[in-house]
């Protein structure tokens, strides 16, 4: 799904999220948006996943306006979006059952997707009893088993440990890959953003200005970012993080 | 660090039983410092109570003020969960409606009996009536009030796997109300049991449980007054702590895992 934005403004109250924002991501893109905190990165998801309506401009998917949430424009969450009354399965179940699926066949289907993250035989346990690690692939699964078109990813790593993180890009990644969906990610971690995506927007403070886009072609995606030093560095600095050493 | 929140298994068991003696312990207390037409002993009521309800008079009442209870308090249920429900999700309703309920709730229940009698003619209907306001209050403002802390990511990942505003409703808030939904519906059960006791009292028709208990009061029958208010507590303490108990860890399993 191929996704545009014309000349978008988003307020709340008095309070300006978006100015005249523009852009375009072709059909299977991976675009990480990186910026201050509270520059309005995850106000440009909910407008995609149609949660907000912009109070300027368009939002379009693939050339129509988008008019509402749908299971076609997904989003995952930081932490703290599974049902802590449902087991890790009836989480990933819901997903179907909320389209009309069966009970029967939306719990097979969830059995398998659990799997497929590499959570089989923790099906039955409930999101407080497993990790943060073992909570968000629950939530990749969710979101992947709708087969959605467009997925919004708003800060999905945020809360979990370095390595956990590492683990959870890779197996993001391969999901991706298997499933050719359009992809945007709000990011507060560069190195992140280096990894997995295409095209790394970098915006402004509020009201969110794009300052720059990256744009990647990746060969081999690798933990090894170190090609990458020179945008690691603009980058940095372009969000006000003063990288060189030594100066005086 | 893992110091257990709640008393679990023989340990609760026993506080029960503990407290249980403490109460039975200051009634024979009062027994035996009183002489026996004031006071009588547990022996002599417990014995009363198995000659009583032997009777099918007796059994007719308390099948009579269970259904009255159970009318009542499924219509308060009922009314409780679905209003306080869908005061979740209109905003404006929900200040209506709770500003209602405050100033409805500072009646006490009883004090429409009078009207009620009048109005519905002697009979169950008034009872009933007064047994589902006084629970419906309780029920409706509890299941309110949780829907405002329902997680606002609860709501809006539900919204983009494509919920309709039923499916909300049903999916999301209800299970997310549930806890305080059954602290609600024990607090309405309690107010509930209070009502139907004395609006029997009160309503003197000849039949149910409050109105035997009154009936001995008039003609001085403490053995029979004590009789009654061991059925009463009995009833009242299965319910809740039984049924009531059972259904909120059958409802709540997630929590205690």
Redesign the interface.
């Given at each position: 799904m191929q996704l545009r934005f014309e000349e978008v403004d988003k307020q709340f109250g008095q309070l300006e999220v978006i100015k005249g924002f523009n852009g375009e991501f072709a059909q299977g893109e991976l675009v990480a948006l990186v910026g201050p905190s509270g520059c309005g990165k995850s106000t440009l998801l909910h407008l995609v996943?149609?949660?907000e309506n912009p109070t300027a401009g368009r939002v379009l998917a693939d050339g129509e306006k988008i008019p509402g949430?749908?299971?076609r424009?997904?989003?995952v969450?930081q932490e703290?979006?599974l049902?802590?009354?449902?087991s890790l399965q009836g989480n990933v179940a819901?997903?179907l059952?909320?389209?009309g699926v069966a009970k029967a066949s939306a719990f097979e289907q969830a059995a398998a997707w659990l799997a497929r993250v590499s959570l089989d035989g923790f099906e039955h346990y409930?999101p407080?009893?497993v990790s943060g690690g073992m909570r968000q692939r629950t939530a990749l699964a969710?979101a992947f088993i709708?087969k959605p078109e467009v997925l919004l990813l708003d800060e999905p790593f945020g809360a979990l440990d370095a390595l956990t993180r590492m683990a959870l890009q890779d197996v993001l990644l391969e999901l991706i890959k298997e499933h050719q969906p359009t992809v945007l990610l709000v990011t507060h971690d560069v190195d992140e953003a280096l990894y997995l995506a295409d095209h790394v927007l970098v915006f402004s403070a509020r009201p969110a200005k794009v300052l720059k886009t990256f744009n990647f072609t990746h060969c081999e995606k690798s933990h090894d970012l170190t090609a990458f030093a020179a945008e690691r560095t603009e980058i940095l600095r372009l969000l006000g993080i003063k990288t060189e050493v030594g100066q005086p | 660090m893992s110091q257990p929140r709640r008393l679990t298994g023989p340990k609760k068991y026993l506080a029960v039983a503990l407290a249980i003696l403490f109460i039975l312990l200051i009634w024979q207390a009062a027994a035996w410092s009183l002489p026996s037409f004031l006071m009588p002993g547990i022996p002599t009521v417990l014995e009363r109570l198995f000659s009583t309800v032997q009777e099918p008079e007796f059994r007719e009442g308390l099948y009579g003020s269970m259904s009255r209870l159970g009318s009542g308090y499924s219509f308060a249920l009922l009314f409780g969960i679905g209003f306080g429900l869908v005061g979740g999700v209109l905003f404006f309703f929900r200040e209506i409606l709770r500003s209602a309920i405050v100033i409805l709730q500072s009646i006490p229940s009883i004090a429409w009996v009078p009207l009620f009698l009048i109005v519905m003619g002697f009979g169950n209907l008034p009872i009933i009536v007064v047994v589902a306001l006084a629970a419906f209050f309780p029920m409706a403002l509890s299941v309110m009030n949780a829907t405002e802390s329902v997680q606002p990511v609860h709501v809006a990942a539900a919204r983009v796997m494509g919920a309709s505003r039923w499916q909300l409703l049903r999916r999301v808030y209800l299970p997310a109300v549930m806890p305080e939904l059954i602290t609600g519906a024990q607090l309405a059960f309690g107010n509930a049991w209070r009502a139907l006791i004395s609006a029997e009292m009160l309503i003197g028709f000849g039949q149910g449980l409050g109105r035997s208990l009154a009936y001995s009061g008039e003609i001085a029958d403490m053995s029979g007054v004590m009789m009654n208010i061991l059925v009463i507590a009995i009833l009242a303490t299965l319910i809740d702590q039984v049924v009531l108990e059972k259904f909120k860890q059958r409802m709540l399993r997630y929590q205690y895992v």
């Open positions: 996943a149609g949660l949430p749908s299971p424009r997904t989003l969450f703290h979006a049902y802590p009354w449902l819901m997903a059952e909320l389209q409930y407080h009893q969710r709708a | -």
